[in-house]
């Protein structure tokens, strides 16, 4: 539920007063002790798979575990039991970190030219347009990347939430609420969505020109604070950084090996599909956190001006911009 009473706000407001946020240029430990241990939260088992198939989670310097979650939420709570070092999430999470006044800043991130997800619609019912989107029941997961799509779409199509009926859900609902007809159209990720429209008898979803009028894909990696601030921790995340943007630059150059370990071997799809997926995934971009800024900026406003956040965050304070030069040096090489 949207955190909207006047404690939550207070509160609020001490946390991001007090939220770390590192200057750009400030250094981070290098040096990684031996026994160091890392937990990252994974989501459909694609990072581990990653780091693994691309052979650079043996060359990491930390005992590195993972552990599987599927969306943002069940992340966040992971981190306030002090389960996670380090998650791999979508964009919508650390601004609900924020909210909630935990400080798990992003220490890097990944962009690419396909757009988040995809708007899948039930058996038996077209929707071309996202103007077509008024008066349908559309599956919304607040705190993951899903929550913004939905907001995006709307505004896009000159909608606002009260011309929709939003279904709250798990997103781990989402799949069997669009294949049942529970909702008319949800937000569904890959490999998800290439299976619901493969085994899911008139099934469609919204042409891509449609999807084509929303924003790219980002996502981060975002640690807990108290790991990083600890200096073997925090050189372990520094080179964990590290290997992710060489594995994801891996997994670009070699297309079917990728495929083969993730999209068939992991996910049970068809070489075909995978590779389609994969392909359309273009060339993974890792910017400077600090040039982000103004697009997680964006982010927040949309959420807040739906009514989702108390107030208006300040989204520089969800970055860690010493990582700054972690990614510059990894994106170089």
Do not use: C
């Not at 007063?17 to 937990?39: E, I, Y």
């Not at 068939?264 to 600090?290: M, N, T, Y």
Request: glycine residues 6%; without cysteine.
């Amino acid at each position: 539920m949207p955190l909207r009473t006047g404690l939550a706000a207070l509160l609020l407001a001490a946390a991001v007063a007090s939220a770390p946020a590192a200057a750009a240029g400030d250094d981070l430990p290098r040096d990684v002790p031996a026994g160091t241990k890392l937990v990252v939260a994974d989501q459909n088992e694609a990072l581990q798979t990653l780091m693994r198939a691309s052979g650079e989670h043996d060359r990491l310097a930390a005992e590195v575990t993972y552990a599987n979650f599927l969306g943002g939420p069940a992340i966040l709570e992971a981190f306030r039991a002090g389960a996670l070092d380090l998650a791999s999430v979508g964009n919508t999470p650390p601004i609900q970190a924020q909210a909630a006044g935990e400080a798990i800043p992003i220490v890097a991130a990944v962009t690419s030219q396909v757009v988040d997800y995809s708007l899948a619609v039930r058996p038996g019912l077209s929707v071309k347009t996202l103007e077509e989107l008024k008066g349908k029941r559309i599956a919304y997961a607040e705190g993951t990347g899903r929550q913004p799509f939905v907001l995006h779409a709307l505004k896009a199509a000159g909608l606002t939430r009260k011309d929709v009926v939003l279904v709250p859900l798990r997103v781990s609902d989402f799949p069997d609420a669009i294949r049942t007809g529970q909702v008319d159209v949800a937000v569904l990720n890959e490999p998800h969505f290439s299976r619901y429209l493969a085994d899911t008898e008139g099934a469609s979803a919204l042409p891509d020109s449609e999807h084509d009028r929303l924003p790219r894909r980002l996502s981060y990696l975002y640690a807990s604070a108290k790991a990083l601030s600890d200096p073997g921790k925090a050189a372990a995340i520094r080179d964990f950084v590290t290997r992710w943007i060489k594995a994801r630059r891996w997994a670009a150059a070699n297309t079917d090996a990728w495929v083969k370990a993730y999209f068939v071997d992991r996910q049970r799809l068809s070489a075909e599909d995978g590779r389609a997926i994969a392909l359309s995934e273009g060339e993974p971009v890792f910017p400077l956190l600090s040039q982000l800024v103004p697009r997680q900026q964006e982010l927040v406003d949309i959420i807040y001006e739906a009514g989702d956040l108390p107030e208006r965050l300040d989204a520089s304070k969800q970055f860690d911009l010493r990582f700054d030069a972690v990614i510059s040096e990894a994106a170089g090489d």
